[in-house]
């Protein structure tokens, strides 16, 4: 085997693990971010919500704030950090465009 | 001058401002246009994903929805945005990289076969024809207020108008007359709130308002209008659940899935140049989409106060029906407010109990229409409401043609059927799809299964059980095949559909629902717009089941899957309106 192929494999060969690890942290990210997504929603806003009554913010009772509220402003910064650690990790794996 | 003719002159307006928009970018070359500007800016595309998303459902309905069903309208809230975190997350930026026309093209290159992709139109066209039932039901509505005549009359004249709109050119530009129409609905949805905000509490920012004291008392705005409530016998505001918790919980996935797998929207993504683009335009998407959805629960509980307080100004005082104010009037004339004297004393009693009650009708859809008009708001804004709810119905209902016209004459005629015909017939085939479109919604938007958000919610249902998960596995697994992902689609497809249809009707006409719609019948308490999320867990289950007992994909589609997971080399973004000529 000459050197240059081998050098060659060994690209082909690194940018399959470097196109690997960035799926994996993508995936990554996209779980733990799923799991705020339902935390804020699913958990503060329909299956706890009547504990969370219990406790006021001003007018409002905190179950009924995370349901009609809360809930939507996290999903915006929930999209807006996977946005921005995307747009990093794509820099980091050299898999920008 | 009188709120008639305000109306004409600024719905008048706004509807010149979108003629002209769509003239002015099919004027320069197209071409130019897009490509030399390489694709629309995220913020431009997130604003015209916004104004195609928003439709007359969450313009005109959801507010009332809230009004009526006070914390139980939260499903519409958190499932209509919720969505857009799967959206951005597993769909958006892999469908950029994919980087075709439509969503049933991607479905059928995924899973290498011509029958998912009509399988995919199918469920495309049922899910885009029941969601625009709903926007022309926002459209009779609008029109029938606007025009002082009765609801069938305004939805003859908007269904004239969307075809002229829609079939006859609008198309083109479609997505800068959505930023301005964007820009009019937001507008004429966040004035009067501010105003009635003001009003009510002191506070500009309906947001905080809706949380805040009323003026000149110590008395929270939520606690009062419990209390209002309460005394009339309805459920009290804030902890008033629709159903049970299981039906809560699966409406509002059912709603997010769906939302993530709605075509219309989906489309909007591969208009970007890169994929890093999609995950900026989905965020700036749900930011202005949650501008609006974020005020709706203050213009919900601001609503129903004043509607109480016009009625009863104070506890056991009743408005003479002689005495009601000029909107109760116009109201009634289109048929969707109804009064009945039943203890013939001339008062106006509107409580819980329905036989005493003499509000006899209230339709939910009238209520942000009628909002400014009982805030007893200057004529300006009022007619700018209408103006709102038309670009809000319009938009959506172009982007939605659009998606039906599409998959009909790009996949179906020349994917599938009649792969030779010329570019023109495809065109022309493709404007008679969405005529025949707006026909059949406008027949189902007289007979109308629901209220507006109802007749969408279905659509959901629908999107949600077959469309989200053959997307979702075709990205992130590479083991599900062509048999699989047909199975799994049929299979989610039919299970909702059979689900609705026993409860409600055979597309909607109630007198053909052969289980009667009612609790008892349902399963585990989940009523039929809520049952999406069954057909897609039952999707899933039989696409994995059916892959793993048939052969693998064959090598080149695991590869396809492989390429798309990265986000490096994005092909050119798709030009919108060209994706009708392809």
Redesign the interface.
């Known amino acids: 085997m000459t050197a240059s192929s081998t050098n060659d494999l060994d690209i082909t060969k690194n940018l399959e693990n470097r196109k690997r690890a960035y799926w994996r942290a993508n995936v990554k990210l996209m779980l733990i971010l799923l799991c705020v997504w339902f935390v804020i929603s699913y958990l503060c806003g329909i299956l706890l919500v009547e504990q969370l009554n219990a406790i006021r913010i001003g007018g409002y009772k905190l179950g009924f704030w995370f349901a009609q509220q809360g809930s939507m402003y996290g999903f915006v910064v929930i999209v807006f950090i996977y946005s921005r650690r995307m747009s990093a990790l794509d820099k980091q794996f050299g898999l920008d465009d | 001058m009188d709120l008639q003719t305000l109306t004409f002159i600024i719905v008048g307006i706004t509807f010149a401002v979108y003629v002209g928009i769509a003239f002015w970018a099919r004027a320069g070359s197209t071409h130019e246009f897009y490509v030399a500007g390489g694709g629309v800016h995220p913020v431009a595309n997130g604003m015209a994903t916004a104004a195609d998303w928003m439709s007359a459902a969450s313009f005109l309905s959801m507010a009332g929805l ?1 009004a009526f069903y006070g ?1 139980g ?2 499903v519409f ?2 499932g209509w ?2 969505g ?2 799967l959206l ?3 769909l958006a ?1 892999y469908l950029r990289k994919y980087g075709k026309f439509t969503v049933p093209e991607f479905i059928g290159d995924r899973y290498y076969s011509k029958a998912a992709r009509i399988v995919a139109v199918v469920c495309l066209i049922v899910a885009s024809v029941t969601y625009v039932i709903g926007q022309m039901k926002g459209v009779g509505v609008a029109f029938s207020r606007f025009l002082e005549v009765d609801y069938g009359t305004g939805l003859v004249v908007g269904m004239s108008i969307v075809f002229v709109y829609a079939v006859m050119g609008g198309m083109k530009g479609i997505t800068y007359t959505q930023i301005a129409q964007y820009c009019v609905l937001i507008f004429a949805y966040t004035i009067p709130a501010i105003f009635i905000s003001l009003q009510l509490t002191g506070n500009p920012i309906p ?1 905080l308002g ?4 009323l003026t000149g008392s110590d008395t ?4 009062k209008l419990d209390l209002i409530v309460t005394d009339l016998g309805f459920d009290q505001y ?2 008033s659940a629709r159903l049970s ?1 299981v039906n ?2 699966a409406y ?2 059912s709603l997010m899935i769906g939302t993530a797998g709605l075509p219309h929207v989906i489309i909007r993504f591969f208009t970007v140049k ?3 683009d999609a ?2 335009s ?2 700036w998407a ?2 202005f989409i ?1 501008i609006l ?2 005020t709706a ?1 203050a213009v919900a509980a601001m609503a129903r106060l004043n509607l109480h307080q016009t009625i009863s100004p104070e506890a056991g005082q009743q408005l003479a029906y002689e005495d009601r104010p000029s909107w109760f009037k116009k109201w009634e004339k289109t048929g969707l407010l109804e009064f009945k004297d039943k203890n013939d004393d001339g008062l106006i009693t509107y409580t819980a109990d329905p036989a005493e009650n003499e509000m006899v009708k209230v339709d939910r859809d009238i209520m942000v229409l009628a909002n400014p008009e009982i805030a007893q708001l200057p004529n300006w804004v009022i007619a700018l409401v209408a103006a709102g709810g038309l670009a809000a119905a319009l938009s959506t209902a172009a982007g939605l043609l659009l998606a039906i016209a599409s998959a009909i004459s790009h996949d179906l005629l020349k994917g599938v059927l009649l792969p030779n015909i010329s570019e023109k017939q495809e065109l022309n085939a493709s404007r008679i799809a969405m005529a025949g479109a707006i026909a059949v919604a406008g027949y189902l938007g007289f007979n109308p299964p629901d209220f507006a958000a109802g007749t969408v919610a279905l659509a959901f249902g629908l999107a949600a059980s077959s469309i989200f998960p053959a997307l979702m596995m075709g990205i992130f697994s590479k083991r599900i095949n062509r048999e699989g992902a047909i199975a799994g689609m049929l299979t989610g497809l039919v299970i909702t559909l059979l689900y609705v249809f026993q409860h409600k009707g055979i597309m909607f006409v109630a007198s053909t629902s052969f289980l009667g719609d009612m609790p008892a019948n349902w399963f585990f308490g989940i009523e039929p717009n809520a049952f999406g999320v069954i057909g897609a867990v039952a999707n899933f289950a039989v696409a994995f089941a059916v892959s793993a007992v048939t052969k693998a994909p064959p090598q080149d589609v695991q590869d396809m899957v ?1 390429e798309i ?6 092909g050119a973004p798709v030009e919108i309106e060209q994706s009708l000529d392809h």
Do not use: C, N, W
């Open positions: 809230i914390y309208g939260s809230l958190m945005t919720g857009y975190v951005a997350m597993l930026p947001q809706l949380g805040s004291t929270y705005l939520l606690d804030t902890t918790t809560t919980f509002t996935l890169k994929v890093s995950r900026k989905a965020f749900l930011v949650v959805y974020s629960p492989e997971r990265m986000p490096d080399h994005a």
